[in-house]
């Protein structure tokens, strides 16, 4: 079967397109100019710049990490163009009328229609196209019930405070060298505050995309979930095809007080270069989680499809006593993708409670490495983890790798991992074919019963989109 | 030694581990007989040396393991020693009469070695005996020997067992390498060597036993390369019990051929620092690997096991379990590689890691790790951290068993799990009998 299976192509990227608009761009390199000037475009307050020129000076003796199993090209940072944004997005708008008509056509053609009447679902947008959000919908819907949702260039006009108090809590600003390069240059992202007592009246989600072939897109998000709030977000990303790799360094940063909850889940499309391995996202993201309040909760959910490389751990620190952490992911590789992928679940209180789901796919020539690390604290009593990574090849040139990390300081703490290689087998596909089901279709369901346990997260048309994506990227790996 | 020292010597620069290297290799070079000169041997581990730095806490595979109390030591290539029969008698096992090898400070005690139960053909001895081409060989040639403490060990050993059966030879009394230091005023480095060849279709059953004579601080670097050619069949069992002082860093290279079968115990139950790297090699299809792992230990004990195993062809089989009690203020590092390449189709592999934590000060960090190319193989591997499980003891109390008997009782069943591997019966009984004692 297996000669098949990998004879047939995938199916070409189907937000490979690029949107033709004026942009105001700065001059390639970075600096410590380069970073004053960005935060003079923003306009931003006096700590802010001192908080990129910190981060700056720390990112300039750091030394790229080495560790993980992916290997690209040296990337030149003097080569990547650290701010773009739309020209007539020179101030932000007052309403959606005055978005570029150029801008709205193209999150149309992504499915994300931004103007608010055509909305079905009861879901808030914030799109942000390279460097900046361009438009951010049911804002004032929010607001009646103290919902905060913007850019975080608003919030740092609007809310400074909030920001100053937040910001770089989660992911110091030295945390890792993608982390301190996102600190000094990040343009723009998404900025949630949920007030005490408060569950979010919708969801809320944020879509990027990156359009310059020559920028990095580096965007911050900071969700904040006041004592006894919840919230779900969600975060979908593509970017158009170069020939060129592009450079994504985000940060997330996600806080929870007591009893609070949060969800997060990504689907990640960034585009992933072609069946050669030319082009593509080198997607390098620190994602973290502080349940620093007792009970409260932080779930991650992540598809990712995209990228060339992917380097991201999508992390829960548990300080709260009985706070809860929860990773679920599917990741999947085609070509020459490379995915070096997993989570870090730190308990420091007392009973506190994680589980991981990891499902990896590698296809064709991609490399696909779990890699993730559980630790348990002096102080983390009765603390428990459990931990499941499975991967199926498909095809005998892709490679699965597990790297998982158990460090336990507690005696009454449990952890428990397994983790399981298998393959789409031929009795699998044969039984399928004998009651009239096409290898493609068989294919499609046995992923998508391999990927259920992380599906069944994702929010309801999240996850229909994510299983109708994966059968799409897998379209033709399997016959 | 206090702990400030210790803190002293892990800010050791780079350039001062480097220097302390060349110091031990110099010392280890010095103390080599003539006889044993071995040129191309010892040449090619020196330049691996020239290029390799010693291990910090930034390598991966030393990470969790700090050598920081080692390099406070300046350890001294041993010389010549003996040992009494007082010394050697408790550590004999009946089953393996007339088959034991006695190794004092790296050299073999011929005084105290016995072979008469071996059968003809076999060859058990000393490399000065035995340096005919065929031997020398072999030697130093096992996949593995890019490391530093192995190469240390090449430049320096200053005798070998050498173990050699010939095609189709089955021995059917045990073969117990007893492993032992004379300690003596300065801390002393010594580095025991074996080298194992069992011929197409040959079968062993082989046990390393290394036993400590004192509490004083020396250095063991011990190197086992094992080789099964094709049909061959090894029983391994490796029994580490050195002094509460010893620093202990082993290397059991094992090269495996097409339908071999290797079946290894090794137990941890000695040193103050413990470390074991343990590689299987395989050059044919259809291999069977099963290897078992057992760690006992209190107070300030540190032991570390590294396991790879690395299929490159079809069919082979693997399993591996690997078990740790840890107490008191101990530390327990674990590190299971499972490399399956791209032609190893139809592998089948499991591993297991399970740690019983009995002190809120004691620690575990493992990672049982998988890489996989090949598509169509059956790869499992779990890992667990845990107390004891309240429920389990609760059970045996309500049949009227005490809390701490039951306690004793649930240690030594998840001990004896791995114990049972051994198949020489006093061996394992003795082995039992510390695990009662210990818990």
């Known amino acids: ?479 | 030694m206090a702990s400030s020292t210790a803190e002293v010597h892990s800010r050791m620069t780079a350039d001062q581990r480097d220097a302390y290297l060349k110091g031990l290799v110099q010392g280890a070079k010095a103390a080599v007989p003539k006889a044993l000169a071995l040129e191309t041997v010892r040449s090619r581990a020196e330049a691996l040396l020239n290029e390799h730095a010693f291990p910090s806490a930034r390598d991966e595979d030393w990470r969790f393991t700090d050598l920081a109390d080692l390099l406070a030591h300046n350890f001294v290539a041993a010389g010549e020693a003996t040992v009494g029969e007082a010394d050697v008698a408790d550590l004999r096992l009946p089953e393996t009469a007339g088959a034991q090898v006695v190794v004092v400070n790296g050299r073999i005690s011929a005084e105290r070695s016995q072979f008469q139960n071996l059968p003809d053909g076999v060859i058990v001895g000393s490399l000065q005996s035995h340096l005919d081409l065929q031997i020398v060989e072999r030697l130093a040639q096992a996949s593995g020997h890019h490391e530093v403490f192995t190469a240390l060990n090449s430049v320096g050993f200053q005798d070998a067992v050498v173990v050699w059966l010939p095609r189709n030879t089955v021995v059917e009394t045990p073969l117990q390498i007893i492993y032992l230091s004379q300690p003596e005023e300065t801390p002393l480095l010594v580095q025991p060597r074996c080298l194992v060849v069992a011929e197409t279709g040959s079968a062993l059953t082989l046990i390393e036993d290394f036993g400590g004579l004192s509490a004083a601080p020396h250095f063991t670097n011990a190197v086992t390369e094992l080789w099964l050619d094709a049909n061959a069949q090894l029983t391994h069992s490796r029994i580490q019990r050195e002094g509460a002082g010893t620093f202990h860093i082993g290397k059991t290279a094992v090269t495996q051929a097409r339908d071999s079968q290797y079946i290894g115990t090794a137990v941890d139950f000695g040193a103050r620092l413990a470390r074991h790297n343990w590689e299987i090699y395989q050059t044919g299809e259809q291999t069977t690997t099963k290897i078992y792992g057992l760690g006992a230990i209190a107070a300030n004990q540190h032991i570390d096991t590294h396991s790879l195993v690395a299929l490159s062809h079809p069919h082979g089989v693997v399993e591996q379990q690997h078990k740790v009690i840890v107490d008191d203020h101990a530390h327990s590092v674990f590190n299971g590689r499972m490399a399956v390449a791209q032609k190893a189709q139809l592998t089948n592999a499991s591993q297991l890691n399970r740690n019983l934590l009995l002190s809120d000060k004691a620690r575990v960090d493992t990672k049982p790790q998988l890489e996989i190319v090949a598509d169509n193989v059956k790869c499992a591997h779990g890992a667990t951290v845990s107390q004891l499980q309240a429920d389990e003891i609760f059970y045996l109390q309500s049949r009227g068993i005490s809390a701490p008997q039951a306690q004793r009782l649930l240690i030594y069943a998840f001990a004896m799990e791995m114990l049972e591997t051994i198949s020489v019966e006093t061996l394992r009984s003795r082995l039992a009998s510390t695990i009662s004692k210990w818990a």
Not at chain 1, 90 to 110: N, Q
Not at chain 1, 327 to 336: E, I
Not at chain 1, 426 to 439: K, M, N, T, V, W
Not at chain 1, 470 to 475: P, S, Y
């Open chain 1, 1 to 479: 079967m297996s000669a098949s299976v990998q004879s047939l192509v995938s199916q070409p990227y189907k937000y490979g397109f690029t949107t033709n608009i004026e942009v105001d761009t700065i001059p390639r390199g970075l600096s410590e100019d380069v970073v004053r000037m960005i935060s003079a475009k923003k306009n931003e307050p006096e700590f802010m710049l001192e908080f990129r020129l910190r981060a700056y000076r720390k990112w300039l003796t750091m030394a790229e990490p080495a560790w993980p199993n992916v290997k690209y090209p040296p990337i030149d940072y003097q080569n990547i163009v650290y701010y773009s944004a739309p020209k007539t997005q020179a101030k932000k708008l007052g309403s959606l009328d005055e978005v570029d008509p150029t801008m709205l056509e193209t999150f149309e053609k992504l499915g994300i229609p931004l103007s608010e009447q055509k909305r079905l679902a009861n879901v808030a947008v914030d799109a942000i196209f390279d460097s900046v959000s361009i438009a951010t919908t049911f804002k004032e819907k929010l607001a009646e019930s103290g919902v905060i949702f913007c850019s975080i260039s608003e919030a740092l006009q609007e809310h400074p405070d909030l920001v100053e108090k937040y910001l770089g809590t989660v992911v110091p600003i030295g945390d890792n060298y993608f982390a301190a390069l996102n600190s000094a240059v990040f343009s723009d992202g998404s900025f949630v505050y949920i007030p005490k007592d408060t569950q979010c009246p919708m969801d809320l989600s944020t879509y990027f995309r990156i359009n310059n072939g020559e920028s990095g897109q580096f965007e911050r998000t900071l969700i904040v979930a006041e004592s006894g709030s919840s919230v779900t977000y969600l975060e979908g990303c593509t970017a158009p095809m170069y020939d060129s790799n592009q450079l994504h360094a985000a940060i997330v940063e996600l806080v929870a007080m007591d009893n609070a909850s949060i969800n997060y889940s990504t689907v990640q499309n960034w585009f992933a270069g072609d069946e050669n391995g030319k082009g593509g996202i080198y997607n390098f993201v620190t994602k973290r989680g502080l349940c620093a309040g007792k009970n409260s909760k932080i779930s991650w959910t992540q598809v990712e499809t995209g990228s060339a490389i992917t380097w991201k751990y999508p992390s829960c620190v548990l300080v709260g006593d009985n706070s809860v952490g929860e990773f679920y992911s599917v990741a999947l590789t085609n070509n020459h993708q490379q995915a070096d992928t997993g989570t870090k679940m730190v308990h420091v209180g007392k009973n506190t409670r994680s589980t991981i789901i990891s499902k990896g796919i590698s296809a064709a020539k991609s490399k696909n490495s779990y890699r993730g690390l559980v630790k348990m604290g002096p102080k983390a009593e009765g603390a428990r983890n459990y931990s499941q990574c499975d991967s199926m090849l498909i095809g005998d040139t892709s490679s699965a790798n597990t790297f998982p990390y158990i460090q336990v300081q507690n005696s009454t703490a449990q952890v428990e991992h397994e983790a399981s290689t298998s393959k789409i087998g031929e009795d699998q596909l044969f039984y399928f074919a004998q009651r009239g089901i096409s290898p493609e279709d068989a294919v499609s369901m046995i992923i998508s019963g391999f990927c259920r346990d992380v599906f069944n997260k994702l929010p309801m048309e999240f996850a229909a989109e994510a299983d109708k994506l994966l059968a799409l990227k897998l379209e033709n790996t399997v016959g």
